[in-house]
């Protein structure tokens, strides 16, 4: 089954504790994008990629930082999470060639809680 | 950069009756247009979309929208509601780019 796959669905963690959301794709998709969902405030991205080793920022990318050494996976990671960084967390995939004709394919989601 | 106004953060209608979303963008060139449909818990699921061709655009579930250029619209509807359509549903706008412009979502709430 053609899947974007996120781990972990929930997540409560403290405050200044390093973490790593994973994220990971079987439909060998060039582009991958993490966002962040937030009541009012709709859908912001925090981080993209093109392909392998190719990511750029997005609109909210402050405290957060990604890598792609894999086609197939793009984590999240958290250096040093705080409190304004709880929300729930989106992976998204798409073939480059066809985002925008045929729009993304999206993980389950990632409620993360930083206390 | 593009933008998605979705009117109404909040809309409820009974069941059995119409449902409307309403969904402005903002774009010089024609846009390839999305709704997304979010379940309690769930990941965003593809409802329909719009990307060339006819103009009225069905999708799964019943739901269907129709892409009106002269107004820079892209209202999503349903003749009857059903009480599994209780959801957020978000529009989302991509150029021939592959950057995704969302709108902040509508909650649908459907009283029995």
């Known amino acids: 089954e053609a899947q974007v796959t996120q781990n972990p669905r929930y997540l409560i963690t403290v405050t200044g504790k390093k973490l790593t959301v994973t994220c990971s794709q079987n439909m060998n998709h060039e582009y991958m994008s993490w966002y962040r969902q937030d009541p009012g405030l709709g859908l912001r991205q925090i981080y993209y990629?093109?392909?392998?080793?190719?990511?750029d920022k997005g609109d909210v990318p402050e405290g957060y930082k990604v890598s792609r050494k894999e086609k197939r996976n793009f984590p999240l990671i958290l250096e040093s999470p705080s409190p304004n960084q709880t929300s729930l967390y989106f992976c998204?995939?798409?073939?480059?060639?066809?985002?925008?004709?045929?729009?993304?394919?999206f993980g389950s989601g990632t409620r993360l809680t930083v206390v | 950069a593009q933008s998605v106004t979705q009117l109404g953060s909040h809309v409820s209608v009974s069941e059995g009756a119409l449902v409307l979303l309403r969904c402005n963008y903002s774009?010089?060139?024609?846009?390839?247009l999305f709704w997304y449909v979010q379940y309690p818990n769930q990941g965003l699921q593809l409802l329909l979309k719009y990307t060339t061709g006819a103009t009225l655009v069905k999708g799964i579930n019943g739901f269907e929208a129709e892409f009106k250029k002269s107004e820079t619209s892209f209202h999503l509807t349903k003749p009857s509601a059903h009480m599994s359509d209780a959801a957020e549903y978000f529009c989302a706008v991509s150029d021939t780019g592959n950057q995704f412009y969302f709108g902040t979502g509508t909650s649908l709430t459907v009283i029995p």
């Open positions: 998204a995939s798409s073939s480059t060639s066809r985002t925008g004709r045929y729009g993304y394919t």
């Open positions: 774009s010089s060139v024609p846009p390839y």
């Open positions: 990629s093109m392909n392998v080793e190719v990511t």
